[in-house]
């Protein structure tokens, strides 16, 4: 008991942690690569947080055109009033006016830049006889009254993320469809989760619900379906693995007493990573828990280890025996998983972290602990003192490394081994891409892939640059190059152009001599307009309005998307809509080259891929690191080339089966492929000891328990329908059974120590 109290204190430390900080996070942008160029910082971003992660697109079908109309309609009208939303469209102009930000009214003519002129204002007013003559309530004669130019509408209108109809939008086949924008980001899952309650509760209340059938696609509600998916995939397949463990602990060892020591390590383990990982990120990734269980495959090799030498033995004696070759392959997996800290990641390094500290709990507690709970026992099957044969194959890991070079060369003589799009990781199933593309069908400017970021030294220098952006802009537009843009600047220009646009507003008497000129001719009263210029003379004295004074209004999140603050700089984000992509950016270079073209699907790609490179490179640092480990092992150079090819062969063969069953590499595969790295040193470090016949037996045993557990704790994981989990399970169950095969082929025959 004495032995036991600093692991029980340790543990009771970690249980305190967790109780403390642990939270759980869903947020996918937490595996994007963070930091690098201006380019990568805004499409993560844009990615996690920018206007495009905020739409949600909800679809009604299963009735006629007319009663799709209708429940659209009443639909936008409950949503609309819901705080989860700062806006909801279904294609019709609707009441605007109902709903227009107060800070929008105010500024209104320092947002936009009327014309004051005599023959401006007289064309505003023949505009509005015009709209009038087609109808218009009591509530659209007091907007004219207010505002002659409507540049209230003009404005929402262009901030709109579609344009805006008479007519209710629907896809193709007869699907109508709402695009909602969320008050907050995709990566905050439980506001999203509020979103989607809240579009589940209105449509339950509509009259025609029980006829129709609702879907809803967007980041926001990608991200609660996978939030559940990752919790009911990490109890399932934790739960199998757990049990297949189990057996294989039964079937080696036939003594339920071991099954539950050897449950010791690994429950401490868990502990220690999820406190360490909690107490350093302040959450726990659903991922990273979703992960954790396959610890369970890798920690479980430790106590395996000192059971299978133990038969026989003193288990304190097995152990002194052991741990040199222990230490070295849990410190150069220590390293390997370290190597993940430094990919740029921050879920990734969350994945390195928990594992690393895990690692070292559970071999700290079979290392101090467990031999003390070990009583010497002899099995039937115990070690006899003859040697294991095995096959002549000490070449074999050799011609495995040369052959797979000769096939790595024929399968990507045209192209690389590597995928680097977003999407071949992507969690959310095809089907469910296939509903959100057929959704944006019906919206064609939803589509923000293109952007120009605009940096600057402070935001109103950030905003000054985008209006010199916009002048180029208005100019490519009249070529055809784009059909609009969206910028913060439509809301919050620089504050040298608003004083320019207060200075060109006539003074109260100028302004109201043109109103009785320009209402000469026609119905309109010139008393009718006091208002308009009440506002008028008003604007010529307020202060400039600046992004802040949106905040925690309607259009926060619309103004908090488009600036962002990114290291010391201020950048602007201008969304193009319709843009011809090539001869735009070709005219944008030559006109402004200091405005920053950025496509979002392009440079996804190449952010993963030197994302990719980033982790190339920690993992050779790594590899540098465990050689100059094993060379202070004092091993013969020998021994040290043949793990380094052994463990090399292993890698290739795995990359080539992974290839075969998924196509080209991900990054998930370079961290499975880490994965196996770990695992196959270990197994050919124990294989590569050179004692009596009797430990060798020991050895090939504790190895195939080892690999068995492992293979299965993977290969559950590996059943998972979440291409993450898929793809790590698969390729590292893979992994361990080559790793084990090499291992033990090449060994025997071998004097290397």
Same mark, same amino acid.
């Given at each position: ?19 403390? *900080? ?20 805004? +499409? ?36 609309? /009033? ?17 709903? $227009?930000?107060? =800070? ?14 005599? /023959? ?29 130019? !409507? ?48 579009? *589940? ?37 934790? =739960?199998?693995?757990?049990?297949? !463990? ?19 390590? @690994? ?8 406190? +360490? ?26 106590? @395996? ?36 800290? !430094? ?21 700290? +507690? ?122 913060? =600047? ?14 060109? $507003? ?48 309607? !259009? ?43 496509? @979002? ?33 004092? @091993? ?24 075969? #069953? ?89 004097? #290397?120590?």
């Amino acid at each position: 008991m004495r032995r036991a109290l600093p692991w029980l204190l340790l543990a009771g430390a970690a249980i305190a942690v967790l109780a403390w *900080r642990l939270q759980l996070s869903y947020d996918l942008g937490l595996f994007l690569p963070h930091g690098g160029e201006l380019e990568q910082q805004v +499409v993560v971003e844009q990615m996690t947080s920018g206007p495009g992660s905020r739409l949600m697109l909800i679809g009604l079908s299963g009735a006629d055109r007319d009663t799709l109309a209708d429940a659209a309609r009443d639909l936008r009208d409950i949503l609309a /009033n819901d705080p989860a939303f700062s806006q909801v469209r279904n294609g019709e102009s609707g009441d605007e006016l109902a709903s $227009i930000p107060s =800070t929008v009214g105010r500024y209104r003519f320092l947002l936009t830049d009327p014309d004051w002129s005599p /023959n401006g204002l007289a064309n505003a007013l023949g505009a509005r006889m015009r709209d009038l003559a087609f109808g218009g309530g009591p509530e659209f004669v007091d907007l004219v009254a207010d505002d002659p130019y !409507l540049t209230v509408i003009g404005t929402l209108e262009r901030l709109a993320p579609a344009a805006l109809t008479d007519e209710s939008w629907f896809t193709a086949d007869g699907t109508a469809v709402l695009l909602a924008e969320t008050a907050a980001p995709a990566s905050d899952i439980t506001a999203q989760r509020a979103a989607v309650g809240a579009i *589940r509760t209105a449509f339950e209340i509509l009259d025609e619900a029980a006829l129709l059938r609702l879907e809803f696609t967007g980041p926001g509600a990608f991200g609660v379906e996978l939030q559940r998916t990752f919790r009911a995939e990490a109890q399932f397949r934790s =739960t199998l693995a757990v049990a297949g !463990l189990l057996v294989v602990l039964l079937l080696a060892y036939r003594r339920p007493r071991l099954v539950l020591i050897a449950g010791i390590p @690994l429950g401490f383990g868990f502990l220690c990573g999820l406190a +360490v990982t909690a107490l350093l990120f302040g959450e726990v990734h659903g991922i990273t828990l979703a992960f954790g269980f396959t610890l369970l495959g890798i920690a479980i090799d430790f106590p @395996l280890h000192l059971f299978s030498h133990s038969r026989g033995s003193a288990p304190h004696r097995a152990m002194q025996r052991i741990w040199p070759t222990l230490r070295a392959g849990a410190v150069s997996t220590l390293l390997a998983y370290l190597a993940l800290a !430094l990919s740029g990641s921050p879920g990734l390094a969350q994945l390195g972290t928990f594992t690393a500290a895990g690692l070292v709990g559970a071999v700290a +507690v079979t290392r101090f602990w467990l031999p003390d709970l070990l009583p010497p026992f002899t099995s039937p099957d115990s070690p006899q003192d003859a040697a294991p044969q095995s096959p002549r194959l000490a070449f074999l890991p050799a011609l495995l490394v040369a052959g797979s070079a000769v096939v790595a060369v024929f399968l990507f003589i045209d192209g690389s081994p590597w995928h680097d799009a977003p999407e071949s990781i992507s969690p959310v199933p095809a089907e469910r891409l296939s509903a959100d593309h057929r959704l944006r069908g019906a919206l064609a400017s939803v589509d923000l892939r293109y952007q120009i970021a605009m940096p600057g030294a402070s935001v109103d220098d950030a905003l000054e640059r985008t209006e010199r952006l916009e002048t180029e802009l208005h100019a490519l537009r009249d070529d055809g190059l784009l059909a609009d843009w969206r910028a913060v =600047t439509q809301l919050a220009p620089s504050r040298a152009t608003q004083r320019e646009r207060q200075q060109r $507003i006539p003074e109260p008497p100028v302004l109201a001599a043109r109103l009785s000129e320009a209402v000469q001719g026609t119905p309109f009263d010139a008393a009718a307009f006091a208002p308009f210029l009440d506002a008028a003379a008003m604007a010529r004295t307020l202060p400039p309005v600046v992004p802040v004074d949106y905040r925690g209004g309607p !259009l926060d999140s619309w103004v908090e998307s488009r600036l962002l603050a990114l290291d010391e700089e201020q950048v602007s984000l201008v969304s193009l809509i319709g843009p011809d992509p090539e001869r735009l950016r070709e005219q944008l270079a030559t006109r402004m080259p200091e405005a920053h073209w950025i496509d @979002l699907k392009t440079a996804s790609a190449g952010l993963f891929a030197s994302f990719r490179t980033g982790v190339l490179r920690a993992i050779g640092i790594a590899a540098v690191l465990i050689a100059l480990l094993l060379a202070l092992q004092q @091993l013969r150079a020998t021994r040290i080339l043949w793990l380094v090819t052994t463990v090399g062969a292993a890698l290739a063969a795995t990359a080539l089966v992974a290839i075969a #069953l998924h196509g080209p590499l991900t990054i998930v595969h370079l961290v499975a492929l880490l994965l196996v790295f770990g695992l196959g040193l270990d197994y050919a470090l124990f294989f590569s000891r050179t004692d009596t016949p009797t430990d060798r037996r020991s050895t090939l045993h504790s190895v195939t328990a080892c690999t068995a557990s492992t293979t299965l704790a993977f290969g559950i994981l590996g059943a998972s329908s979440v291409p993450f989990l898929h793809y790590i399970g698969t390729t590292t169950a893979v992994g361990s059974l080559v790793s084990f095969a090499l291992a033990f082929a090449g060994s025997r025959r071998l004097q #290397l120590s």
